[in-house]
C-alpha cells in the first residue's frame, strides 16, 4: 500500500502540487458536468471525487493516473440506471449501488488475478480506443468552444448536431474558446515547463467578470453547491441489486479498460510498468469507497492524467494533494468557479487529451502491419459509432480472431542432424543438418491446441505420403506444448493410428513436465508406452533406428 511514499522526496513536491492545482482546477467543474450527465446533483461529484483520489493514490500502482468522473463512465452509469428506473429521486441511490457491484467486480477480479485478460487488448486496440476515446470527448468540449449543445448519439451525430447549429453559434463563445486554444498551445510550444493550463484556468477566472462574458453569451460553470462527503449505504431495494448486477459487468469492463490504457500509456512512456491486477483491483476499491459516500462510478480520466503530467505531476501525491484542494473546495471554496467560462474548460481538455490521437502511430501500423492497423481502426471506429463498451468488445473480438487465426497456422518444421553434434534443428534454416534414413523428425513451431492440433497432424501425414522412401517412423518434437488438453491428445491418437496402419511408429520427444502428467491420464499413454517417450529427438531416433543413428 502506497509504496511510492517511501521514495518521495523534495525534488518532486514543486511538480506534483503543480500537477494537483491543474487537476484540481480541471475536477471541479468537470465533476459537476458529469454528475449531471449521470443523472445526479452537482453535490454528488464533491462526494466522490476526493474518495476517488484518495483511496486510488493508496492502492493503485500508476504514478500518472488520475482517476475520477469520467464521460464514459456518466455515461454508462446513466444508461444503466435509467434501465432500473426513471426516477430522479431513485438516482442517487441505484448510482451508488452500481458504483459498488462495479468496484466488487473488478476487486474480486484483481484478487483472482485475472488482469491476464490485458494481454488480449492488444496495444494497437488500445491505440484505436484511445484515440476514439479522445475523438468522442473532443466533440463533446467542442460544443462549448461554440455555445450550443452536442445533443445526443454517437461520435458522428453529435458532431453533425454542433455543425448544424452553425447559424446559432455564439461568436463571443468562439472567441474566448480560440483565445483559450491559442494561448494553451502557444505556452506548451515557448514555455513548456509552465502549467499552461493552471495559467489559462487564472487568467479566465480573473478576466470573466470584469469583461462581463457571462453578459455576452458565454456560458460559465454557475453556482456549485457546498458538499462534503460522509458515509452512506445506497439503500435500495434487494432487487435493484440484482437487476443492476446485469449491466454492471460492461460497465466494469469499460472501466478498467479506460484506467488501464490510460495508465499503461503513461507508465511506457516514463519506462515504467504497471500490475494488471493491481490496478484492477485498486480501480475496484475506488469504485467501491466512490459507491459508499452517494457518489457514482469512477474509471481513469485521461484529459485530467495528461493535464497533470503535463504541468509536472509525477506521482500519486498530486492526487492526495488534489483530494485535500477538492475537499476545501467542496466545504468552502466552490464560489471560486461560479465565472469559470465553459469554452476555457473545454480548450483546456482538448489540448490535454490531443496526445491520445497518435495518428503517426496509425501510420506506422499502416506501413509495418496491416492486421494491427485494422485493430486499431476496427476500435477506433467502434468507438466514434457504437460507443467505448462496443467499440472496445469489437477490437477485443478482432484481436482474438486473429490471434486463433495466427495461432491455428503452425507450421510443421522437418528437423535433421547437425554436422558433429546431437542437435537437431530445422532443415529449411540449416541446410547442413541432416535427416535420418527410415526417421521423419518433425517439430510444430509452437503450442498445440485445439485449433490446430488437426493442420498438424494433417501437415505430418502430407509429410510422410511425400516422403521417398516412406519411413519406418515419425518423431514429434513436443517442445513448444507446456501442457496437452484432451482434443489435443485425441488428435494425436488418431495420427498414431493412421501411421500405424502404414507400419509407421509414432515417438514423442520432448514432453514437458506438465504435458507428461496430461498424456498419463489420456490413453494415448499406454499405445504409445514408455519406450516411444523420450527425453530428446536425439533419444528418439536412436530408438527409432535401433540405436544406429
Same mark, same amino acid.
Given at each position: 500500500?502506497?509504496?511510492?511514499?517511501?521514495?518521495? =522526496?523534495?525534488?518532486?513536491?514543486?511538480?506534483?502540487?503543480?500537477?494537483? &492545482?491543474?487537476?484540481?482546477?480541471?475536477i471541479? /467543474?468537470?465533476?459537476?458536468a458529469?454528475?449531471?450527465?449521470?443523472g445526479?446533483?452537482?453535490?454528488?461529484?464533491?462526494?466522490?471525487?476526493?474518495?476517488?483520489?484518495?483511496?486510488?493514490?493508496? #492502492?493503485?500502482?500508476?504514478?500518472?493516473?488520475?482517476?475520477?468522473?469520467?464521460s464514459?463512465?456518466?455515461?454508462?452509469?446513466?444508461?444503466?440506471?435509467?434501465?432500473?428506473?426513471?426516477? /430522479?429521486?431513485?438516482?442517487?441511490?441505484?448510482?451508488?449501488?452500481?458504483?459498488v457491484?462495479?468496484?466488487?467486480?473488478?476487486?474480486?477480479?484483481g484478487?483472482?488475478?485475472?488482469?491476464?485478460?490485458?494481454?488480449?487488448?492488444?496495444?494497437?486496440?488500445?491505440v484505436?480506443?484511445?484515440?476514439?476515446?479522445?475523438?468522442?470527448?473532443?466533440?463533446?468540449?467542442?460544443?462549448?468552444l461554440?455555445?450550443? !449543445?452536442?445533443?445526443?448519439?454517437?461520435?458522428?451525430?453529435?458532431?453533425w448536431?454542433? &455543425?448544424?447549429k452553425?447559424?446559432?453559434?455564439?461568436?463571443?463563445?468562439?472567441?474566448?474558446?480560440?483565445?483559450?486554444?491559442?494561448?494553451?498551445?502557444?505556452?506548451?510550444?515557448?514555455?513548456?515547463?509552465?502549467?499552461?493550463?493552471?495559467?489559462?484556468?487564472?487568467?479566465?477566472?480573473?478576466?470573466?467578470?470584469?469583461?462581463?462574458l457571462?453578459? =455576452?453569451?458565454?456560458?460559465?460553470?454557475?453556482?456549485?453547491?457546498?458538499?462534503?462527503?460522509?458515509?452512506?449505504?445506497?439503500?435500495?431495494?434487494a432487487g435493484?441489486?440484482?437487476?443492476?448486477?446485469?449491466?454492471?459487468?460492461?460497465?466494469?469492463?469499460?472501466?478498467?479498460?479506460?484506467a488501464f490504457?490510460?495508465?499503461?500509456? #503513461?507508465?511506457?512512456?516514463?519506462?515504467?510498468?504497471?500490475?494488471?491486477?493491481?490496478?484492477?483491483?485498486?480501480?475496484?476499491?475506488?469504485?467501491?469507497a466512490?459507491g459508499?459516500?452517494?457518489? #457514482?462510478?469512477?474509471?481513469?480520466?485521461?484529459?485530467? !492524467?495528461?493535464?497533470?503530467?503535463?504541468?509536472?505531476?509525477?506521482?500519486?501525491?498530486?492526487?492526495?494533494?488534489?483530494?485535500?484542494?477538492?475537499?476545501?473546495?467542496?466545504?468552502?471554496?466552490?464560489?471560486?468557479?461560479?465565472?469559470?467560462?465553459?469554452?476555457v474548460?473545454?480548450?483546456?481538455?482538448?489540448?490535454?487529451?490531443?496526445?491520445?490521437?497518435?495518428?503517426?502511430?496509425?501510420?506506422?501500423?499502416?506501413?509495418?502491419?496491416?492486421?494491427?492497423?485494422?485493430?486499431a481502426?476496427? !476500435?477506433?471506429?467502434?468507438?466514434?459509432?457504437?460507443?467505448?463498451?462496443?467499440?472496445?468488445?469489437?477490437?477485443?473480438?478482432?484481436?482474438?480472431?486473429?490471434?486463433?487465426?495466427?495461432?491455428?497456422?503452425?507450421?510443421?518444421?522437418?528437423?535433421?542432424?547437425l554436422?558433429?553434434?546431437?542437435?537437431?534443428?530445422?532443415?529449411?534454416?540449416?541446410?547442413?543438418?541432416?535427416?535420418?534414413?527410415?526417421?521423419?523428425?518433425v517439430?510444430?513451431?509452437? !503450442?498445440?491446441?485445439?485449433?490446430?492440433?488437426?493442420?498438424?497432424? &494433417?501437415?505430418?501425414?502430407?509429410?510422410?505420403?511425400?516422403?521417398? /522412401?516412406?519411413?519406418?517412423?515419425?518423431?514429434?518434437?513436443?517442445?513448444?506444448?507446456?501442457? &496437452?488438453g484432451?482434443?489435443?491428445?485425441?488428435?494425436?491418437?488418431?495420427?498414431?493410428?493412421?501411421?500405424?496402419?502404414?507400419?509407421?511408429?509414432? =515417438?514423442?520427444?520432448?514432453?514437458?513436465?506438465?504435458?507428461?502428467?496430461?498424456?498419463?491420464?489420456?490413453?494415448?499413454?499406454?499405445?504409445?508406452?514408455? =519406450?516411444?517417450?523420450?527425453?530428446?529427438?536425439?533419444?528418439?531416433?536412436?530408438?527409432?533406428?535401433?540405436?544406429?543413428?
Amino acid at each position: 500500500m502506497a509504496g511510492w511514499l517511501g521514495c518521495y =522526496h523534495q525534488g518532486l513536491l514543486r511538480g506534483d502540487v503543480l500537477g494537483a &492545482l491543474t487537476a484540481w482546477a480541471l475536477i471541479v /467543474p468537470e465533476s459537476v458536468a458529469y454528475a449531471q450527465i449521470a443523472g445526479l446533483p452537482p453535490q454528488n461529484a464533491f462526494y466522490a471525487a476526493p474518495v476517488a483520489l484518495l483511496v486510488y493514490a493508496l #492502492f493503485g500502482r500508476s504514478n500518472f493516473l488520475i482517476v475520477g468522473a469520467t464521460s464514459a463512465a456518466a455515461v454508462l452509469s446513466a444508461a444503466a440506471v435509467s434501465d432500473i428506473s426513471g426516477t /430522479p429521486q431513485d438516482a442517487v441511490g441505484l448510482s451508488a449501488a452500481l458504483a459498488v457491484i462495479v468496484g466488487a467486480a473488478l476487486l474480486i477480479a484483481g484478487v483472482a488475478r485475472l488482469g491476464f485478460i490485458t494481454n488480449f487488448l492488444a496495444e494497437p486496440a488500445l491505440v484505436g480506443f484511445l484515440f476514439g476515446m479522445a475523438l468522442t470527448i473532443v466533440v463533446r468540449q467542442g460544443a462549448k468552444l461554440v455555445g450550443v !449543445s452536442s445533443g445526443d448519439g454517437d461520435f458522428f451525430e453529435r458532431l453533425w448536431t454542433i &455543425l448544424s447549429k452553425a447559424p446559432d453559434w455564439s461568436l463571443a463563445t468562439l472567441a474566448v474558446g480560440a483565445c483559450a486554444l491559442a494561448l494553451l498551445l502557444l505556452l506548451e510550444r515557448f514555455a513548456p515547463r509552465l502549467p499552461a493550463a493552471l495559467i489559462v484556468l487564472a487568467l479566465a477566472l480573473l478576466l470573466s467578470a470584469p469583461l462581463g462574458l457571462e453578459e =455576452h453569451g458565454v456560458d460559465v460553470v454557475g453556482t456549485i453547491p457546498s458538499a462534503v462527503p460522509v458515509p452512506h449505504l445506497p439503500g435500495i431495494a434487494a432487487g435493484d441489486w440484482i437487476a443492476l448486477s446485469a449491466g454492471a459487468l460492461g460497465v466494469a469492463l469499460v472501466v478498467f479498460a479506460e484506467a488501464f490504457s490510460i495508465a499503461n500509456r #503513461f507508465a511506457r512512456e516514463h519506462g515504467q510498468e504497471v500490475d494488471a491486477d493491481r490496478e484492477m483491483a485498486a480501480v475496484g476499491l475506488s469504485n467501491i469507497a466512490v459507491g459508499l459516500v452517494r457518489g #457514482f462510478v469512477v474509471s481513469g480520466s485521461a484529459s485530467r !492524467s495528461a493535464a497533470a503530467t503535463g504541468a509536472g505531476g509525477r506521482t500519486p501525491m498530486v492526487s492526495l494533494i488534489a483530494a485535500g484542494l477538492i475537499l476545501l473546495t467542496g466545504a468552502f471554496l466552490t464560489p471560486l468557479f461560479t465565472e469559470l467560462p465553459e469554452p476555457v474548460l473545454g480548450a483546456i481538455v482538448i489540448v490535454a487529451v490531443r496526445g491520445f490521437m497518435r495518428v503517426g502511430e496509425l501510420r506506422r501500423y499502416a506501413a509495418l502491419d496491416r492486421q494491427s492497423l485494422w485493430v486499431a481502426l476496427t !476500435s477506433l471506429i467502434g468507438v466514434l459509432l457504437f460507443d467505448l463498451l462496443p467499440g472496445l468488445l469489437l477490437a477485443v473480438a478482432l484481436s482474438l480472431v486473429l490471434f486463433i487465426a495466427a495461432a491455428s497456422r503452425r507450421n510443421v518444421a522437418v528437423l535433421g542432424r547437425l554436422p558433429g553434434t546431437h542437435l537437431y534443428a530445422d532443415t529449411a534454416q540449416h541446410p547442413d543438418a541432416a535427416t535420418t534414413p527410415g526417421v521423419l523428425a518433425v517439430r510444430p513451431d509452437g !503450442s498445440l491446441f485445439f485449433g490446430n492440433v488437426n493442420r498438424v497432424r &494433417l501437415a505430418v501425414r502430407d509429410l510422410v505420403t511425400n516422403a521417398s /522412401p516412406p519411413p519406418r517412423a515419425v518423431v514429434l518434437d513436443l517442445t513448444g506444448s507446456y501442457r &496437452l488438453g484432451i482434443p489435443v491428445l485425441d488428435t494425436l491418437d488418431e495420427l498414431r493410428e493412421e501411421l500405424a496402419r502404414k507400419d509407421i511408429t509414432l =515417438h514423442l520427444a520432448h514432453v514437458r513436465a506438465r504435458a507428461e502428467r496430461d498424456l498419463a491420464r489420456h490413453v494415448l499413454a499406454d499405445r504409445v508406452g514408455p =519406450h516411444r517417450l523420450h527425453r530428446t529427438v536425439d533419444d528418439a531416433v536412436s530408438a527409432a533406428t535401433g540405436g544406429t543413428s
